[in-house]
């Protein structure tokens, strides 16, 4: 099925991906938050796998409806570009750049430092 999509996406018949992923980094939250966007077919055949560890690792439920009864937490992550290099055996060579997402378990939120006196 993947392979139909991408042969329909490379005739101009069917869509790319556009794949946006939105993160902080976990160090410096105060500089706010960054998109990373991936048109790659790499990333399209592990997002399922992603998704599911980030729901797993967060926490999110659901009912048997399906409906989403709790959100869960944010979960602290890494984006990797590897690279990628090989030789067909017709002798082209390929080489493209492939995002890895690991997930590492749920995100420490930082307080305010002035929580205690709020209190």
Excluded: C
Excluded at 41 to 63: A, F, M, P, Q, Y
Excluded at 75 to 87: K, M
């Amino acid at each position: 099925m993947l392979e139909d999509r991408k042969a329909r996406a490379k005739s101009g018949k069917g869509p790319k991906p556009s794949i946006d992923l939105t993160f902080a980094l976990a160090a410096h939250p105060e500089v706010g938050r960054f998109r990373f966007n991936s048109g790659g077919w790499s990333l399209v055949n592990v997002l399922h796998e992603v998704i599911e560890s980030i729901d797993t690792v967060g926490g999110r439920k659901e009912d048997a409806d399906g409906k989403v009864t709790d959100i869960g937490q944010p979960v602290r992550a890494t984006l990797t570009i590897e690279h990628v290099a090989y030789t067909t055996k017709s002798g082209r060579d390929v080489s493209y750049n492939m995002p890895v997402i690991k997930v590492l378990g749920v995100a420490e939120v930082a307080q305010p430092a002035d929580l205690a006196k709020a209190a």
